[in-house]
């Protein structure tokens, strides 16, 4: 466990201002580079991204941004970083890596396996379906992972993502408890139909603050399948003890 240490004062507004940009794409202000959890619209060389999940959603603004010559810092998979240079250039490469005084440190783990429905993707539209069909063919070899920043004053901020399924196996949590447990801010989604195994998980963790967010569901009503609304799991997590907040698209927090 890592202790947080006292507290550094810096001439600025806020410590932290976390901002739901929409699909998976999480904004984290603070004093320095902002930080780019797999953003939606296209990064500029300034802000540090950092790639949960080879998805195409979760790759396409970062790709661009190779393409452009725009170069952003990027911490992804080897894999994902290749892929983005046969587009570009970015900077960076796989954690762990310290950037802008960050110490940012990943492990990867087992993706949540929802059988894809061919009559979902038509119902978007032949010339979408292909697309995707075709995008997905193109996509980097790489596994999907968690990710933890440690701030400067040894504050951590745990990105689970869609970590937490019934395919989540008991050594795989305690290993990430193990790395990761007791962050200040911990940001993690539910997969389709999962709901009791993050439950049961979840409390591994110890956070301080729960940020239960909205990862799926816009991808969801896009590809026509059913969604499930968050707010019950939230009042689940509180009755068994956790700090807990609902993040959804274009919500944000803000941490003095």
């Not at 745990?158 to 937490?164: E, G, K, V």
């Not at 968050?230 to 003095?256: C, K, M, N, W």
Request: proline share 9%.
């Amino acid at each position: 466990m890592t202790k947080i240490r006292e507290r550094i004062h810096y001439d600025y507004p806020y410590r932290l201002r976390l901002y739901h940009d929409g699909d998976a794409g999480i904004r984290v202000e603070r004093r320095g580079r902002t930080l780019l959890f797999d953003p939606v619209v296209r990064p500029d060389a300034d802000a540090i991204v950092l790639l949960t999940s080879p998805l195409p959603e979760r790759l396409a603004a970062t790709r661009e941004a190779a393409a452009a010559g725009v170069r952003p810092t990027v911490v992804a998979p080897d894999g994902v970083i290749d892929w983005l240079n046969e587009a570009g250039r970015v900077e960076g490469g796989s954690a762990p890596r310290a950037i802008d005084g960050l110490q940012i440190d990943a492990l990867s783990c087992a993706p949540h396996r929802e059988p894809p429905s061919l009559s979902a993707l038509l119902r978007t539209g032949p010339a979408t379906a292909i697309r995707s069909i075709a995008g997905r063919m193109r996509l980097p070899s790489a596994e999907p992972q968690i990710l933890c920043v440690t701030f400067e004053d040894g504050a951590r901020l745990l990105h689970l993502d869609l970590s937490l399924h019934r395919a989540t196996s008991p050594d795989w949590i305690a290993r990430a408890a193990g790395m990761f447990g007791a962050p200040e801010w911990l940001l993690v989604g539910v997969p389709h139909g999962e709901g009791d195994a993050l439950v049961q998980w979840l409390p591994r963790f110890k956070p301080r603050r729960v940020l239960l967010t909205d990862l799926v569901n816009t991808r969801r009503r896009r590809l026509g399948q059913p969604i499930e609304l968050i707010t019950p799991l939230r009042d689940r997590l509180v009755a068994a003890g956790l700090e807990t907040h609902v993040f959804a698209p274009q919500a944000s927090y803000r941490f003095e």
